[in-house]
Protein backbone atom coordinates (compact mmCIF):
# COMPACT_ATOMS: atom_id res chain seq x y z
CA UNK A 1 0.00 0.00 0.00
CA UNK A 2 1.24 3.02 -0.53
CA UNK A 3 0.73 6.44 0.92
CA UNK A 4 -2.33 7.97 -1.09
CA UNK A 5 -3.76 4.43 -0.62
CA UNK A 6 -3.28 4.72 2.68
CA UNK A 7 -4.64 8.07 3.15
CA UNK A 8 -7.37 7.15 1.36
CA UNK A 9 -7.85 4.34 3.66
CA UNK A 10 -8.29 6.58 6.61
CA UNK A 11 -9.95 9.43 5.19
CA UNK A 12 -12.92 7.31 4.33
CA UNK A 13 -12.67 5.42 7.79
CA UNK A 14 -13.24 9.07 9.41
CA UNK A 15 -16.22 10.34 6.63
CA UNK A 16 -17.80 6.99 8.08
CA UNK A 17 -17.32 8.13 11.67
CA UNK A 18 -19.31 11.32 11.39
CA UNK A 19 -19.39 13.82 13.45
CA UNK A 20 -16.31 13.83 16.19
CA UNK A 21 -15.61 15.58 19.81
CA UNK A 22 -13.21 15.10 22.15
CA UNK A 23 -14.02 16.35 25.89
CA UNK A 24 -16.58 14.44 28.54
CA UNK A 25 -20.15 14.83 30.02
CA UNK A 26 -20.57 15.79 33.45
CA UNK A 27 -23.83 15.76 34.72
CA UNK A 28 -24.57 18.11 38.07
CA UNK A 29 -27.85 19.89 40.12
CA UNK A 30 -28.68 22.80 40.37
CA UNK A 31 -31.53 25.13 41.69
CA UNK A 32 -33.49 27.19 39.44
CA UNK A 33 -34.04 30.09 40.68
CA UNK A 34 -37.69 29.77 40.68
CA UNK A 35 -38.83 30.48 44.80
CA UNK A 36 -42.00 28.13 44.38
CA UNK A 37 -40.23 25.45 42.69
CA UNK A 38 -40.80 22.00 44.86
CA UNK A 39 -37.49 20.61 43.78
CA UNK A 40 -35.14 23.34 44.43
CA UNK A 41 -37.26 23.65 48.08
CA UNK A 42 -36.69 20.10 49.37
CA UNK A 43 -32.80 20.03 48.06
CA UNK A 44 -33.92 17.78 45.22
CA UNK A 45 -32.84 20.29 42.44
CA UNK A 46 -32.53 20.22 38.88
CA UNK A 47 -30.24 17.92 36.62
CA UNK A 48 -28.19 19.99 34.44
CA UNK A 49 -25.36 18.90 31.81
CA UNK A 50 -21.77 20.41 30.95
CA UNK A 51 -19.13 19.38 28.57
CA UNK A 52 -16.03 19.81 29.86
CA UNK A 53 -13.09 20.36 27.52
CA UNK A 54 -8.90 20.90 27.21
CA UNK A 55 -7.85 24.20 24.81
CA UNK A 56 -4.28 25.02 24.51
CA UNK A 57 -3.43 23.31 28.08
CA UNK A 58 -6.27 25.11 29.23
CA UNK A 59 -9.64 23.65 31.08
CA UNK A 60 -12.79 24.82 29.69
CA UNK A 61 -16.53 23.65 30.00
CA UNK A 62 -19.81 24.60 28.17
CA UNK A 63 -23.57 24.14 29.32
CA UNK A 64 -25.65 21.15 27.04
CA UNK A 65 -29.21 21.26 27.01
CA UNK A 66 -31.70 18.94 27.13
CA UNK A 67 -32.68 18.51 23.76
CA UNK A 68 -28.54 18.67 22.97
CA UNK A 69 -27.12 16.08 25.25
CA UNK A 70 -27.82 12.72 23.16
CA UNK A 71 -26.20 14.39 19.96
CA UNK A 72 -23.34 15.26 22.02
CA UNK A 73 -22.90 11.84 23.53
CA UNK A 74 -22.58 10.57 20.19
CA UNK A 75 -19.94 13.06 18.89
CA UNK A 76 -17.67 12.25 22.12
CA UNK A 77 -17.91 8.94 21.08
CA UNK A 78 -16.99 9.19 18.01
CA UNK A 79 -14.26 11.53 19.34
CA UNK A 80 -12.97 8.32 20.69
CA UNK A 81 -12.99 6.04 17.58
CA UNK A 82 -11.33 9.24 15.35
CA UNK A 83 -8.89 8.99 18.27
CA UNK A 84 -8.45 5.01 17.91
CA UNK A 85 -8.10 5.57 13.77
CA UNK A 86 -5.41 7.98 14.44
CA UNK A 87 -3.37 5.87 16.32
CA UNK A 88 -3.84 2.82 13.64
CA UNK A 89 -3.05 4.98 10.79
CA UNK A 90 0.17 6.20 12.63
CA UNK A 91 0.80 2.64 13.03
CA UNK A 92 0.01 1.44 9.34
CA UNK A 93 2.00 4.90 8.17
CA UNK A 94 5.15 3.90 10.37
CA UNK A 95 4.89 -0.10 8.82
CA UNK A 96 4.55 1.71 5.10
CA UNK A 97 8.03 3.75 6.02
CA UNK A 98 9.55 1.12 7.23
CA UNK A 99 8.26 -1.63 4.29
CA UNK A 100 6.65 -3.98 6.69
CA UNK A 101 3.36 -5.44 5.09
CA UNK A 102 0.93 -6.80 7.74
CA UNK A 103 -2.01 -6.67 5.16
CA UNK A 104 -3.75 -10.14 5.24
Avoid: W
Avoid at 25 to 40: A, D, L, P, Q, V
Avoid at 70 to 91: D, S, T
Amino acid sequence: MNERELLKKYQLALKETGIAAKGSIREYKRNCGNKSCRKCKCGERHPTHQMTYYLDGKQHSRYIGPGQLEPMRQAIANGRKVEKLLVLFGLEYLDMLKGINREQ
